[in-house]
């Protein structure tokens, strides 16, 4: 009988990935050369111990370890007492069970060193997997650290979970996912081949979407040659269990719900989750290993509507462990392929149902509703009248519709097609166009006109809510180096409208080394008077936005804060270039040769979430094209977040 006690393999895991992803990023340059070049930063980062240990499967006294520490070249192990080693990952028998403590020390090149002591549990007995971060909560790691998310990253696949206080079942925290479907959970743990578990977790969702839904899925590291998934089709290919759960009745009420599976050829496997358009939150995993003999199978489809017809869909199958299917389509039909394509006679909302069998006669169900409706995508142009610059005239390009409504920007309206609008002022407008298909369904289009014979500064997506579809999106023209794409409001993805204007990847990579590893302001549904915003959640984030003005003209600057707690001041700078590192801002902040401006906003704190702070100040640039430029250095997690809005040049 194989015995093994793998208490913290996914520890193991988890920093290994960690340690990866933040060398590569942080220290890529410095592995390019043998020897430091010329203003090289000087490495002042200390050594960081920590490991992680499993049991031997032929010997469960002979435990193997992992190192797990960084900035370290030496390592000084001390097994209880009982023996020591100096090698990276040693392994080392035990006399029998019980809890010893082991002592690391990693030293690095300079003679700095750190210490840890873990007690190692050495038991005979069935494999327990470990969860770390189950429940989410902070300091919650072995050695007493973590931010309740710190092991559910993967940033192949998703950005990382937020966390929420309310509502919660357990603890003080929760995960949230967002409803723009950019946040993913992952962590991989170690379990036992060939052995039946129950996953366990509780979640609840909102109930203002059409087709919401969480999917758990359990995935096989091993069987994809050990290594992390990385990609949605690896994620798909290697899925050896799954569950989709949809109950929306009480978005207040966590629901438990449980997932069992047969780990296979698998002894590393990987817990996944992520959500449809819906705001959703989960808590409390737990793993237990469960009842030998066949598992239920998981039932999971997905909806596609036909771009011909807009009756006909198909139903892709994304069951696991399936042999037979058994359709039932909401309007009377029924099928038992696999994937079946239906052609509804009217438009509705219609509730499907796939139950799936195995081979062994277990079962397992899902139900989605779907609301059909007749496509409808909102485009426009516009061109200025050649002999009168305030007459715009606006030519519909939109697909689908019945029905157009035009929004001017300065509170008139048109509908029908192709109209001209005259201005009665000089200014920046925000068009909108509504289509309305034949059942009803909405789709915008907006842009801005500039009114004026003369220049207007155009700060871009100063709201920060522009994108609708996706609103991540919005973080993207405050970002010093943006996505190449964005999805408009369509679901359409296109090309970024900012990444043509600037891309300051020296910056990013200072600020990499520096503080953290992500730069990017984040996107938030509080902003000022209920609007999208953004967020300054840690030490590394930061507004970016080039701007065209006028040289030598004075202008106002506006933006609107609120800091979640005292003493955390947000500076804004207006450089007159796009600098590469933070030395002279930070030597001399109002200063330095790069700034024109700089404000440092420390009357913003307000614990309600409601009441912002505006701040305004003049500045005069000394060229032609500036960068509007914001940290808020004390925002280092997300007690003490900064949220921004209405950024105004004018």
Avoid at 65 to 86: K, Q, R
Avoid at 335 to 352: F, G, K
Avoid at 563 to 577: H, R, Y
Wanted: charged share 20%; proline share 4%.
């Amino acid at each position: 009988m194989k015995n093994k006690f793998n208490f913290q393999r996914a520890t193991k895991l988890f920093f290994c990935l960690a340690i990866i992803a933040l060398a590569f990023n942080s220290c890529k340059d410095a592995f390019d050369y043998d020897l430091p070049e010329a203003n090289s930063i000087a490495d002042e980062i200390l050594p960081t111990a920590n490991f992680s240990y499993a049991s031997s499967i032929d010997d469960f006294k002979t435990i193997k370890f992992g190192n797990l520490s960084f900035e370290s070249i030496t390592y000084a192990w001390d097994f209880g007492g009982l023996g020591t080693s100096t090698e990276q990952d040693p392994s080392f028998t035990f006399p029998g069970e019980g809890t010893f403590p082991v002592t690391l020390t990693a030293s690095d090149g300079r003679g700095e060193s750190n210490t840890i002591t873990i007690d190692v549990i050495v038991v005979e007995g069935p494999f327990q997997p470990i969860i770390l971060e189950p429940g989410f909560e902070d300091l919650s790691l072995p050695d007493g650290t973590g931010d309740g998310r710190d092991s559910w990253r993967n940033n192949d696949l998703g950005g990382v979970i937020q966390i929420t206080g309310s509502p919660v079942t357990f603890g003080d925290q929760g995960a949230k996912l967002p409803d723009d479907q950019s946040r993913i959970g992952y962590q991989e743990i170690a379990v036992e081949a060939n052995t039946v578990y129950d996953l366990r977790f509780w979640y609840t969702m909102l109930d203002n979407a059409s087709d919401p839904y969480v999917t758990v899925s359990i995935l096989g590291v091993t069987q994809n040659g050990g290594n992390t998934i990385s990609t949605a089709q690896e994620a798909l290919d290697n899925t050896i269990g799954s569950i989709t759960v949809n109950d929306t009745s009480n978005p207040d009420e966590y629901l438990e719900q449980k997932l069992s599976f047969n780990s296979g050829d698998n002894d590393v496997v990987a817990i996944y989750f992520f959500n449809g358009p819906v705001e959703a939150r989960l808590d409390n995993f737990s793993i237990e290993v469960g009842t030998a003999g066949a598992v239920p199978p998981s039932a999971g489809f997905d909806v596609t509507q036909s771009t011909v017809d807009f009756l006909e869909y198909t139903f892709t199958n994304t069951s696991t462990d399936g042999e037979t299917y058994a359709w039932d389509f909401g309007d009377g039909n029924t099928s038992t392929d696999e994937s079946p394509t239906h052609v509804y006679a009217t438009p509705d909302v219609y509730t499907v149902t796939l139950e799936v069998t195995n081979a062994a006669g277990l079962s397992a169900r899902l139900e989605k509703p779907v609301d059909i409706q007749a496509p409808v995508t909102a485009d426009f142009t516009s061109s200025v009248d050649p002999d009168d610059y305030k007459t715009v005239h606006f030519t519909d390009a939109s697909v689908g519709a019945v029905m157009l409504l035009w929004e001017f920007g300065d509170g008139y309206q048109f509908t029908g097609m192709n109209p001209s609008h005259t201005y009665e002022e000089d200014n920046i407008y925000t068009v909108t166009l509504t289509a309305y298909s034949l059942t009803g369904k909405m789709s915008e289009a907006t842009a801005q006109v500039v009114i004026a014979q003369g220049f207007i500064v155009q700060v871009l997506n100063g709201t920060f809510d522009e994108y609708t579809n996706n609103t991540g999106d919005n973080a993207d023209a405050w970002d010093m180096t943006p996505n190449s794409t964005v999805v408009d409001n369509n679901g359409n993805t296109i090309p970024s409208p900012y990444q043509p204007l600037w891309n300051n990847s020296d910056l990013n990579a200072y600020i990499d080394a520096t503080y953290c590893t992500n730069e990017q302001i984040g996107s938030t549904s509080s902003g000022n008077n209920g609007t999208r915003g953004g967020k300054i959640s840690n030490s590394c984030r930061r507004l970016y936005q080039v701007v065209a003005v006028e040289q030598g003209v004075e202008y106002t600057f506006s933006i609107d804060t609120r800091s979640e707690a005292m003493g955390v001041n947000t500076e804004v700078f207006i450089l007159n270039t796009e600098i590469t590192t933070e030395v002279g801002i930070d030597a001399d902040p109002s200063g330095d040769a790069a700034v024109d401006a700089y404000f440092d906003i420390t009357n913003d704190f307000n614990s309600d979430s409601g009441v912002f702070t505006t701040s305004t100040f003049t500045f005069t640039p000394s060229t032609s094209q500036i960068v509007i430029y914001a940290r808020a250095l004390n925002a280092v997690d997300g007690d003490n977040e900064v949220f921004v809005d209405n950024v105004t040049v004018e």
